[in-house]
């Protein structure tokens, strides 16, 4: 079974300071990582992912994340936030083991960057 | 550039009534996906496709049934819209065989059953 947490509902950060958004995972295999963001009334939109290789991976709008084996998690970070950055951001896995197709997604962290 | 289009973004039915939320996607791909969002519970997968004709239950299929007659349209039947059944619903795509690939998602249908 696979499955992914994410323990914050809401993060606050201020406009200018790093932000971090937690996420954890659970597979039998290999993970296969990926970090979404949801912007108001939109679908998801990718962000990054992890499939092998470097522990930090680089992706769109500045975000970067962290992928750490040992603690099963994989943190979503941006150095300097924006206020365009608050939305709802999702982090999913996917067995590598796993024949299925299906990714399970977390509940969604709401972020909020006040000026 | 890729697109996945739903057909409509906002959606109003009764009690009762058979419903139907059309997806369709451009890029050619195998794999598509419908999820419905809720607050406070995410994402869940109802039903997936990888192929045309084929369907899989995902984790909450019951009340829904899907229609893959083309590869680039997939569909998703309420076959007797419930109130339980009011939420926000996506769909998504991705390429055959190479499965780390990122879903590539619709904007939504927000359907409300009253």
């Known amino acids: 079974a696979q499955s992914v947490a994410q323990p914050e509902d809401q993060v606050n950060v201020a406009e200018g300071n790093p932000l971090t958004v937690k996420c954890t995972y659970s597979?039998?295999?290999?993970?296969?990582l990926f970090w979404y963001v949801q912007y108001p009334n939109r679908g998801l939109q990718f962000l990054l992912k992890?499939?092998?290789?470097?522990?930090l991976v680089k992706g769109s709008y500045g975000f970067e994340a962290e992928f750490n084996k040992s603690q099963t998690s994989f943190h979503l970070k941006k150095p300097s936030a924006l206020v365009s950055d608050s939305a709802l951001y999702f982090c999913?896995?996917?067995?590598?083991?796993?024949?299925?197709?299906?990714?399970?997604f977390g509940k969604g962290t709401s972020l909020l960057v006040t000026p | 550039d890729v697109k996945v289009t739903q057909s409509s973004r906002y959606l109003v039915k009764r009690t009762g009534e058979k419903v139907f939320l059309e997806c369709v996607q451009d890029?050619?791909?195998?794999?598509m996906f419908w999820y419905r969002q809720d607050p406070g519970l995410g994402l869940r997968l109802i039903y997936f496709?990888?192929?045309?004709?084929?369907?899989e239950k995902g984790d909450i299929p019951e009340g829904y049934s899907v229609s893959r007659e083309k590869k680039e349209r997939f569909s998703l039947i309420l076959e007797s819209a419930s109130t339980n059944q009011t939420s926000m619903y996506l769909c998504?795509?991705?390429?055959?065989?190479?499965?780390?690939?990122?879903?590539?998602f619709g904007d939504g249908t927000r359907l409300s059953i009253l």
């Open positions: 998504a795509s991705t390429g055959d065989r190479v499965l780390n690939q990122p879903q590539h």
């Open positions: 890029m050619d791909h195998e794999n």
């Open positions: 992890y499939i092998t290789g470097d522990n």
């Open positions: 999913a896995v996917r067995d590598g083991g796993n024949s299925g197709y299906a990714l399970n």
């Open positions: 597979v039998s295999g290999n993970p296969y």
């Open positions: 496709s990888y192929d045309v004709k084929m369907k």
